[in-house]
């Protein structure tokens, strides 16, 4: 299946809060917030979140399952704090439609890496939760590695939130 790769826009929050909640409900470590947060923010806190991601220096990207409209997986990325480094945030796939064969999360990075590459960054930086191994497993595949920083979880100080890096150029 060839997924489609589209830019959150400005009026999909709607969208936005139906992928959140699932993404919330499937992973919850992979976010900084809870689901019943999540479900407790109106339509103004959903329209200023699509709002952010279209600023300036910013990308919300989803995944559409081309049969269904849905969207089935999102990756974002912001300036980091860090000179000529993007922080990839975000990032999720629907169970149904994870798996290296189906490439919906290849096809998402991709396309972040070039908008970054085309911005001028020279590096991407993420945080992975330490017991979300999958997702490790997948950035390692893709050239990231750790630089050794870390952080507590948000939502549980006794875990932490491990760095990882990706060279852009």
């Known amino acids: ?58 990308i919300g990207l989803v995944a559409v399952d081309p049969e269904t409209d849905e969207w089935v997986a999102t990756m974002l990325a912001v300036p980091s704090r860090k000179a000529a480094t993007v922080d990839l945030i975000g990032v999720w796939t629907d169970p149904a439609h ?40 997948f950035y390692r595949r893709r050239g990231f590695s750790y630089n050794g920083g870390s952080t507590p979880y948000v939502l549980d100080e006794a875990a932490s939130v491990l760095e990882m890096v990706l060279p852009l150029r």
């Open 98 to 137: 994870r798996g290296r064969e189906r490439g919906v999360t290849d096809a998402l990075l991709d396309a972040v890496i070039a908008w970054a590459r085309e911005g001028g960054a020279g590096w991407m930086l993420l945080g992975v939760h330490e017991a979300n191994h999958r997702a490790a497993a």
């Open 1 to 58: 299946m060839e997924y489609r790769i589209e830019r959150i826009g400005r009026d999909d929050w709607q969208r936005l809060r139906t992928i959140r909640l699932a993404q919330l409900l499937d992973t919850p470590m992979a976010f900084g917030e809870t689901l019943d947060y999540a479900r407790l923010q109106g339509e103004g806190n959903w329209r200023a979140r699509t709002d952010w991601l279209n600023e300036p220096g910013r």
